[in-house]
C-alpha cells in the first residue's frame, strides 16, 4: 500500500502516519515522541521547525530503510501535532559496486512513505562530486566507474585481492566525502539523523585520529572542528593512503579522490536514534518487507546489508585465490570465505532465516557455479573486469619488483613462462622498454592495468599485514571485519589458519 501527499496534506499525512506506526513497538512510539521534542528544541521552537533541515543518509540497505522510515515517522508526528515540521533530506551514494536492485528498493522504499511528491523531502543521489536529484534509473557515471575501477585494482594487487582493502578502504573515504558533500549541498543541514550509537561514533572518531595522526595531521585542531575536523582528519588520511597507493606522483589521483571537508560556519549536529529503537531486522521484517517492499536481492544481499554487490565479489577473489595461488579449488576458497562472513553475521546479530539464504546460495556444486558465474558476470559489468584482471590481482604479480611474477606465468600463462626477464626489464623502465611495445601491450591486457600503473607496483610492496606498517596495512589492522578461517598452508600443505576480511 502507497500513500503520496496531496492536497489535503493533514489527511494524507495522518494516513501514512497511522499505517506506519502500526508496525512500531510502543518504545519506538515513545522515541518517535522524544526526538520530535529535541528537534523542536534545537529549531529554536516550534515556529522553527519549518526552517530546520535534518538529513538522514540512505545507504539502501535494511538498517538505513528502518533509520530512514523512523525520521519519517517523526517529520509526520511533527506536522500532524504542532501543524509544522522541518525538512527531511534523504541522500544515496552510489559506487560502481550498487547494483540497480538497490536503487529499485530505495525507489519502492520512497514510494511507500509518500517521499517522492512531498514537498518537505529533498531526495538526492551522490555519485562522487556529482548530486542530483533521485531516479530510479539515474545512470552512473562513467568517471566514477572508471575510479572504482581503477581503486579495486591498484587495492587489490597491494592486498593480493583481500576482501576489505581491496573494495572498501577507498570506498569509505569515499563515503566521507559524501556525508561532506550531502551536509553541505545547496545552503547544508542543521542535523544528520543516524542509527550508530554514541559509542560506535567515539570509537570510530577515535580510530580516524589516530591514523591521521600517524598520517602527519594535526589532530588537535581536528578535535576542535566538530564534524569538519572529522572530515579534515580523513582528508589527511586519503592523502596519505593515496600517495601511498598511486605514487609520488600521483596528485592527479590524489585531488580527484581528497575527502571534501565543507564550511566551518554550518556544523550540523549528530543525533543518534540508536537507544530509541531495535534494529533487530526480526522486530521490523513486516514493516521493511511488507510495507517499505524491501527486496532481499540475490546479488544485492550477501552477507551483510543489502547495499552492495561487492561482498560476492570478496567471495570470488577468495575463490580464485585458492584456485590458482594456493593450487586447490575454486570451492575451497568460498568455503572458506563462508567461515568468516556466517562469523560475521552472527556478529552483527542477523536473523537466522537470512543467515541461512545467505549460505543456502553457496551449499551446493550447481549453486556454487551459479555464483561464480553470476560474481564473474558482475565484475565484468559493474567495473569491466576479466577473470584474466582478478586472476592476476589475487596473484599479485607486479609487487615486490615482481617477485611473484615467474610463478604467475607458470599458473596462468604458461606460453609467456620463458619471457620472465622481458617482462622484468619492461617493468623496470629499462632502456629502450618502452619499445617492446608487443610485451607492454600484453601486460596491459592480461592485468587491465596500463604499463605506468603496473610500474608504480613494481616499486611497491605487497602488503603484510602482519606488520601494519604502511597506511594500507593500518587501516586493515583497525577493521573489525576480519577473522581466522581454517585452510591449507600452501607451501607445506599442513592445516592452517589465515585472517582474512570481508563484507
Known sequence: ????????????????????????????????????????EAAG?????????????????????????????????????????FTMRVTNMRHAGVPLAVMENIDRVYRALGLLDDERA??????HTLVRPFRVDLPLPERLIAINRLD????????AGDGRPTFCNSCNLAVADFYGRAAWFDGGVDAVMTGDSRREQLLYSAWIMRLAKASGVDVDECRRMGFQGILTALRGIGDTYFRDLFGDNSEAEIAERQVST???????????????????????????????????????????????????????????????????????????????????????????????????????????????????DFARDAFGLSEDALVAMVFSPFTDRGERLQAFLDRCHPTMSAESDRLHAVLRAD???DADTEAVSWLEKVSELTIAQMRTLYGSLLEDFSNPGSIISRVRAGDPHKHRVATVDPSTGAPALELISGR
Not at 538505513?64 to 500532524?80: E, G, K, M
Open 262 to 376: 565543507g564550511d566551518r560556519a554550518l556544523q550540523p549536529e549528530f543525533i543518534s536514534i540508536y537507544d530509541l529503537v531495535s534494529y533487530r531486522v526480526d522486530d521490523h521484517w513486516d514493516l521493511i518487507v511488507d510495507f517499505l517492499g524491501f527486496q532481499f536481492d540475490d546479488l544485492a544481499f550477501s552477507f551483510s546489508e543489502s547495499d552492495c554487490a561487492n561482498p560476492n565479489l570478496m567471495a570470488h577473489l577468495r575463490g580464485l585465490r585458492t584456485q590458482y595461488v594456493h593450487k586447490r579449488t575454486y570451492d575451497d576458497g568460498i568455503s572458506e570465505y563462508l567461515e568468516l562472513a556466517e562469523e560475521l553475521m552472527r556478529k552483527k546479530e542477523m536473523p537466522q532465516n537470512l543467515i541461512e539464504l545467505a549460505l543456502s546460495r553457496y551449499d551446493s556444486a550447481e549453486k556454487m557455479a551459479h555464483r561464480r558465474q553470476l560474481s564473474a
Open 431 to 433: 632502456a629502450a622498454a
Open 122 to 127: 529533498e531526495l538526492l543521489t551522490v555519485d
Open 1 to 40: 500500500m502507497s500513500f503520496q501527499a496531496g492536497s489535503n496534506t493533514f489527511e494524507s499525512d495522518e494516513a501514512l502516519f497511522t499505517h506506519l506506526t502500526g508496525f512500531l513497538s510502543d518504545v519506538e512510539l515513545d522515541g518517535i515522541k522524544a526526538t520530535g521534542e529535541r528537534l523542536i
Open 152 to 159: 579495486v585494482l591498484m587495492n587489490g594487487h597491494r592486498a
Open 45 to 85: 521552537g516550534v515556529d522553527g521547525l519549518p526552517d530546520y533541515k535534518v538529513m538522514v543518509a540512505y545507504g539502501g540497505g535494511k538498517d538505513s530503510t528502518y533509520v530512514v522510515a523512523f525520521v519519517r515517522a517523526v517529520q509526520l508526528h511533527l506536522a500532524q501535532n504542532f501543524d509544522r515540521t
